[in-house]
């Protein structure tokens, strides 16, 4: 009888998305042995279909806001030594609504003192700095410097290829994990590892392992629909990332602001489709001149796994306010998915001893994840 030889590795990570990524890249350089699996042989999920934004002005002043510097900094780290694209584009809110305008001039007098750095541009100054932006009624802008740009596919597909080749993580890509029981992780392809160590970044698998506790954790799903152009003629760049004014509504840096509840109010009142779709909209271009464009927010029982026309014309309509994209044929269009919790900005649990469910932080995962798990690492040596 031949028995099957246990593999050996401190650490076990499921999911080679940037959470699991940034979990096992941190438990590489502090010396660990680590072993990585996912499921798909290249990346499918959500790390690989976002805007590539990686953005820390939505985050709330304060520790998330220095979380995602933190996070910021490893890109840049990992520009150098991964060669991964990553541009420090900063980002602009455009508004061409009164009350819009009095959020950011309201926000833009409180960053210092929150410790955040952007200024308040006036309609001259924006477009004086920022010439792709629409002049049509802009009210102004607010500018932040912190912002970067990656290429999500690129960077995730060659993070996984760094991390094999400078830090000798093995890569399990295209093996599922169907079972631990900690020190034992099990796959579908019949190994069994033995670690010290185990991370579940399984992003939206909420099935497979720890079933109960995904439940128990009231994280759901939610999708957005998504969008880019080609590469646009004669090198034409966007210049930053770009938010429009229903972004002061989705991320929670400018509920700081007294002047916000006028914007929810008119938005509530005379946006009905947008509100209803969940849409707010921004842009972001890569490396190739693509324009990327969203997004939407359905939840659960509203997932379908077939788009809506409708969400992708409310959206560009919007966008449309904002910028003339000299070659505006969409090339592609798709969806992505995570997973959000009502209130928490990143999820653990630990179900068995040294194993640890670690969640995605809903929209903010490509911003907030090297530094959750450089923190995490840092309180669990
Ligand atoms: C459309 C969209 C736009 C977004 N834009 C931004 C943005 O611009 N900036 C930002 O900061 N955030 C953004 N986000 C959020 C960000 O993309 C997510 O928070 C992040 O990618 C989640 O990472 P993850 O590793 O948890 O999930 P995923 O990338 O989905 O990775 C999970 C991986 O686990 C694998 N897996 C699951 N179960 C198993 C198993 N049992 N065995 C083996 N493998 C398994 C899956 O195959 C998958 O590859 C956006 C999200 C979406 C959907």
């Known amino acids: 009888m031949t028995v099957a030889t246990e593999l050996r590795a401190d650490v076990a990570v499921v999911g ?45 002043p304060g520790e998330s806001y220095e979380r995602a510097l933190r996070s910021r900094a490893r890109w840049l780290e990992l520009k150098d030594k991964a060669g991964v694209w990553a541009e420090e584009c900063g980002s602009l809110h455009a508004v061409y609504r009164a009350d819009e305008d009095a959020v950011l001039r309201e926000f833009a007098e409180l960053a210092p003192g929150l410790g955040v750095r952007c200024e308040y541009l006036t309609a001259a100054d924006a477009l004086g700095r920022f010439p792709a932006l629409n002049p049509r009624e802009l009210m102004g802008a607010l500018h932040s410097p912190t912002e970067l740009a990656v290429n999500p596919p690129a960077a995730v597909a060659r993070l996984q290829h760094f991390l094999a080749e400078a830090h ?120 190739r001149g693509e324009v990327v464009i969203g997004d939407s927010h359905e939840y659960d029982a509203d997932m379908s796994p077939f788009d809506k026309p409708e969400i992708d014309a409310l959206i560009l309509d919007y966008l449309r306010e904002m910028l003339d994209i000299p070659d505006p044929r969409i090339a592609a269009r798709w969806h992505g998915v995570y997973a959000k919790h009502p209130t928490k900005a990143f999820v653990t649990a630990e179900p068995q001893p040294g194993c640890v469910i670690a969640v995605a932080p809903s929209s903010t995962g490509m911003t907030m994840s090297f530094g959750i798990a450089d923190d995490w690492w840092e309180a669990n040596p």
Not at 31 to 56: C, E, H, K, Y
Not at 174 to 196: K, L
Not at 232 to 250: I, Y
């Open 168 to 287: 000798g993580v093995q890569l399990r890509l295209g093996v599922a994990v169907t079972g631990i029981e900690m020190p034992r992780v099990r796959t579908a392809s019949g190994e069994t590892w033995r670690a010290d160590r185990a991370f579940v970044c399984s992003g939206t698998d909420f099935e497979t392992l720890f079933p109960a506790e995904f439940t128990a954790a009231g994280i759901r799903r939610c999708k957005l629909q998504m969008m880019r152009t080609g590469p646009q003629p004669g090198g034409w760049r966007v210049g930053a990332h770009l938010a429009g004014g229903l972004t002061l509504c989705h991320y929670t840096s400018f509920e700081v602001c007294r002047t916000l509840p006028t914007v929810k109010a008119r938005v509530a009142a005379t946006m009905p489709d947008y509100v209803k779709y969940g849409i707010h909209v921004m842009a972001s271009q890569n490396d």
């Open 16 to 60: 080679a998305g940037i959470v699991g990524l940034a979990f096992a890249w941190a438990a590489a350089r502090r010396g660990r042995s680590v072993v990585l699996f996912d499921r798909t042989p290249t990346p499918q999920g959500a790390s690989v279909r976002n805007f590539g934004m990686i953005w820390p002005i939505g985050q709330p």
